[in-house]
């Protein structure tokens, strides 16, 4: 009888330790969670951050500058495929989310971090590899920004906030 209710206890707990772990799997298979709104860090069990210096993905702009109000096009190209992301417009000066994103690409969704439509994440777990967006300034004036990305190769491996070169603000004095 011992045998028998430790081999139930054992079973019932492989079941609710598995119940549990697909679930939290599937909860970021369609998109980053607001937790990683600050730092862009995946909140995934024992992931594994890349240095961002090797790291295979960029953010291209196809302008050095914008006024408040420009759509900005934005490229993230990659040489690997991955499944999830993180894309976000920070400002120079103090680092906090600015604009919003108008485009999206398939597989894209829009979160609201701090604004609505500030962050764009994945919607699903389909492999990505280049992806295009349409960023739109505030209408006032924020100062220069930087694109950063967060990619999830896989849901153990990762690289956190890839940056694109700075676009500066037309105009400041």
């Known amino acids: 009888m011992e045998d028998g209710g430790r081999a139930h206890t054992a079973i019932a707990g492989w079941a609710c330790m598995t119940l549990c772990l697909v679930s939290y ?38 302008v050095s500058f914008y006024f408040p109000g420009d759509k900005v096009p934005v490229t993230v190209r990659s040489t690997r495929d991955y499944m999830g992301f993180m894309l976000q417009a920070r400002k120079v000066s103090n680092n906090e989310i600015a604009g919003t994103f ?27 590899r280049n992806l295009s967006f349409v ?12 694109f950063f990305i967060s990619i999830v190769q896989s849901y153990f491996v990762y690289w956190a906030k890839i940056e694109s070169a700075v676009v500066a603000q037309g105009g400041q004095n």
Not at 103 to 121: A, I, N, R, Y
């Open 25 to 62: 799997v599937a909860a970021f298979s369609q998109g980053a969670s607001l937790s990683a709104c600050t730092d862009m860090m995946p909140r995934h069990l024992r992931v594994q951050l890349h240095s961002s210096n090797n790291n295979y993905v960029t953010v291209h702009t196809n």
């Open 102 to 128: 108008i485009f999206l690409p398939p597989g894209s969704k829009l979160l609201t971090c701090f604004e609505g439509g500030d962050t764009v994440t994945h919607s699903d777990k389909s492999l990505k």
């Open 135 to 146: 960023w739109k300034a505030p209408d006032q004036p924020i100062g220069d920004i930087k």
